[in-house]
């Protein structure tokens, strides 16, 4: 039974739940024939069947023009137009000869449909038993069309279904009737199915490397485990192992992989990689659950990924690797939480006049605990308590002092418990807010300076003081309220529902002098509509909480497609405008100069279906010059065609810390534009690209070109060349070739996930593969 399901794009057929294959003992199966002319004899055990002769069973159809069936011995020979059809499988030919109850038999010239999409032909197929099926001077191939692009031929091919195995003996693998690759023995997936062997061959070729190759072997070890193996060399730097091991279980479940280079035959040193990732539930204790997360990367230098990364797409890809575990818990409804450590290695930058280091404070351990309850009477309730002890990477001798100043160590305990009323009627609400946030800091964190009168050096904290331990009270008061007014209108000519939706913020916190208090994970966020309407303008930890007393004015308007509700179009703009000129500021940081902050507006709209813009700016009124902004224009016309242009622009951030550095969580600026498409040029041919250009450095950060060709059955082909930017110096050049055989695998390297991760809307000209039900072959 199938049942239609109407998609977006056509009426497909989709398995209906009530088909079930029977799991009758075999002696209890019924058997029934029909034919337009039946035989019997005399003891009723022999039957000729003539004129549309079959025998069905409910794991087994056989047909032919004649049947003669034996009851006694479950004899069956099949002649002329003779269809066995078994599991979903069929095979077709002049004759066969088979044994119901037994399952075994010969079929003469079988031209063969396998379940799971294999088919071909051979002088004669053996059915050994329910699992094993021999084929005589056989063609395979997992291309299903008429005119198959690839096929192995061999002399035996042997298949078994429950091991999901294909092997052939003196087979050769032809592309096109060319012959390409002889073997004395071929192990092939009959089934999308894992199984252990040799995966195809990668190739990678790097400015960096040089040329590589890899031979991945895979071990099936259990259906939850499994092994890959990848042996891989390069031209430029020598010989590496790498491995991944992948588990599943009802309680974990991870993966653990890394690499090896006994030696850099560039550098003459060992080069290595490591990355873990382990999530485990640890059942429950006192009423609450417990699990554990691992998650462990790690590598020999700080060049590692910028050598033998073959598909990166900036410099910024990986500045740090993280090294954490954590226990987590939640019970009682209300609470959860975690105990964590924290660790990071840098990946420093050293190709400049000037090295980049990238640092930030270790978290050894940090515990935080978490309570939240809502609707408690009309009120919701939440707190965070977290407590912190910070470190600094222990080999001090890698990270020099700056401007003499040297980081140390420090604890940080915080609380915020905050409590609010939301008030919500159709059409408005009003969300009043009191929070109390507390934080006590012990901290050894100091500066030495020489004291121009007496000529003495003298250790003092960030504000000139000696002060160890320091504590801070701090209240929050908000208000959030809003309104929805709506109208019918059109828009593009045709009817819409549009939305007003004005927002206004309130937030008053009292001035606390906080400029003793040590900044180890804190800056300044970037201003934009989600922190409008927040109440702290620093993000990370709680190192810094702005006093204010400042007043967020904010609206929307939305068009809605009136028979949809899909949105067409947004418009947004917001201001803050502050009552007393906020005092509380980072080394650097412009504050309390203004009234009023940058002005912000966004606009995105869907043209058509296919076409959508967006555009976004920050405006400083007051020096009447963009902070920031933000445009891209994307049209996707139909399937595997499309098109988009992004502009941003990002002023240089004025927040240093005292080491004149700029703050970890503070962003570049920066002043570039991307294109990037993915376009038919034939019926067969695409071409795919990107190109980011910084205007602010004046060089190409990365460049994407590409052709595809789709073949027109099981085939597919991919060229793509690309040149990125791996550090403020450096640039790499990766060049992918790649063709992808339906059912065997591909050959080369591997672009696809550089182009979805960098081409905006982009899908494999690679037809989607579906999975065949064995009810579609029921006849």
Not at 133 to 159: E, H, P, T
Not at 373 to 393: A, E, H, I, K, L
Request: glycine content about 8%.
């Amino acid at each position: 039974m199938l049942r239609g399901i109407q998609t977006q794009d056509s009426l497909r057929l989709q398995e209906s739940p009530l088909l079930t294959v029977s799991s009758a003992a075999k002696d209890q199966i019924t058997t029934f024939t029909d034919s337009a002319d039946i035989k019997i004899s005399d003891d009723n055990n022999r039957v000729v069947l003539t004129g549309g002769a079959q025998i069905r069973r409910s794991d087994a159809i056989l047909k032919g023009d004649k049947i003669t069936y034996d009851r006694r011995t479950g004899e069956v020979e099949a002649i002329g137009n003779t269809r066995l059809l078994r599991n979903g499988s069929v095979v077709r030919g002049p004759g066969l000869k088979y044994n119901i109850n037994k399952q075994t038999g010969v079929m003469s010239s079988p031209i063969y449909k396998m379940a799971e999409g294999g088919s071909g032909e051979a002088d004669y197929a053996e059915i050994v038993d329910n699992n094993h099926m021999r084929l005589g001077n056989a063609i395979y191939s997992a291309c299903n069309c008429d005119n198959k692009f690839w096929y192995i031929q061999s002399d035996k091919v042997d298949l078994y279904n429950d091991e999901n195995e294909g092997i052939a003996e003196d087979g050769t693998l032809y592309i096109k009737g060319v012959p390409v690759l002889w073997s004395p023995y071929f192990s092939f997936p009959i089934k999308k199915e894992k199984k252990t062997g040799w995966l195809f061959p990668t190739f990678t070729t790097t400015s960096s490397a040089g040329f590589g190759v890899s031979v991945p072997y895979f071990i099936n070890l259990a259906p939850n485990y499994d092994l890959t193996l990848v042996p891989q060399a390069y031209s430029k730097r020598g010989v590496m192992l790498g491995a991944e091991f992948r588990y599943l279980q009802p309680g974990y479940s991870g993966q653990l992989s890394g690499s090896f280079m006994p030696k850099d035959s560039k550098l003459d040193i060992k080069r290595w990689s490591m990355n873990w990732a382990h999530r485990q539930g640890l059942g429950e204790f006192a009423g609450f659950k417990f699990g554990l997360n691992i998650g462990i990367q790690a590598a020999s230098d700080n060049d590692y990924y910028r050598d033998f990364s073959d598909a990166l797409s900036t410099k910024s890809d990986r500045t740090y690797l993280s090294k954490n575990a954590s226990i987590t818990f939640s019970g009682y409804k209300y609470w959860s939480g975690y105990l964590s450590w924290q660790k990071y290695q840098g990946l420093h930058d050293f190709s400049g006049a000037t090295p980049i280091y990238y640092y930030q404070y270790e978290r050894e351990p940090e515990l935080m605990i978490r309570g939240a309850r809502y609707d408690w009477f009309g009120f919701d309730v939440s707190t965070q308590n977290t407590y912190t002890r910070f470190t600094f990477p222990t080999n001090k001798t890698r990270y020099p002092t700056r401007n003499g100043v040297q980081r140390w160590d420090g604890e940080r305990m915080a609380s915020y418990t905050q409590v609010s009323y939301p008030i919500v009627r159709a059409g408005w609400y009003v969300t009043p807010k009191v929070g109390l946030h507390m934080s006590h800091y012990n901290t050894n964190w100091y500066k030495q300076y020489t004291n121009s009168r007496t000529g003495l050096g003298v250790f003092r904290s960030q504000a000139g003081t000696q002060y160890d331990n320091l504590s801070r009270i701090v209240p929050i008061y908000s208000v959030d309220a809003g309104m929805t007014f709506e109208r019918e209108t059109t828009l593009f000519g045709k009817p819409r529902l549009q939305t007003l939706e004005p927002r206004l913020y309130y937030v008053y916190i009292p001035y606390r002098h906080q400029e003793d208090f040590p900044i180890y994970d804190t800056a300044p966020a970037q201003f934009n509509m989600g922190t409008a309407f927040s109440e702290n303008r620093y993000a990370g930890g709680w190192d810094r909480i702005n006093d204010a007393n400042q007043i967020t004015l904010g609206l929307t308007s939305r068009w809605l497609d009136a028979e949809t509700g899909n949105e067409r179009m947004v418009a947004q703009i917001a201001q803050r405008f502050y009552f007393e000129k906020p005092k509380v500021a980072l080394l650097n940081e412009r504050v309390g100069k203004e009234h009023r902050s940058e002005f912000l507006g966004n606009l995105s709209v869907a043209m058509t279906d296919k076409l959508n813009t967006e555009v976004g700016i920050q405006l400083d009124t007051y020096n009447r010059k963009v902070a920031q902004t933000y445009t891209s224009i994307r049209w996707f016309p139909k399937r595997l065609t499309s098109l988009s242009l992004t502009y941003r622009y990002q002023r240089d951030p004025f927040y240093y810390n005292e080491s004149n550095q700029l703050y970890g969580y503070q962003l570049q600026g920066k002043n570039n534009i991307s294109v990037a498409g993915q376009w038919p040029i034939t019926e067969r041919i695409y071409v795919v690209g990107r190109h980011d250009y910084s205007i602010k450095d004046r060089r190409s950060t990365q460049s994407i070109v590409g052709m595809e060709y789709k073949g027109n059955c099981c085939w597919t082909s991919r060229i793509v060349f690309q040149r990125y930017a791996v550090s403020t110096q450096k640039t790499n050049t990766s060049l992918f070739f790649q063709l992808e055989l339906s059912g065997l695998g591909a050959v080369g390297s591997d672009p696809m996930e550089l182009l979805r991760d960098s081409i905006p809307g982009y899908q494999s000209v690679k037809d989607p593969q579906t999975t065949q039900s064995p009810f579609e072959r029921y006849e």
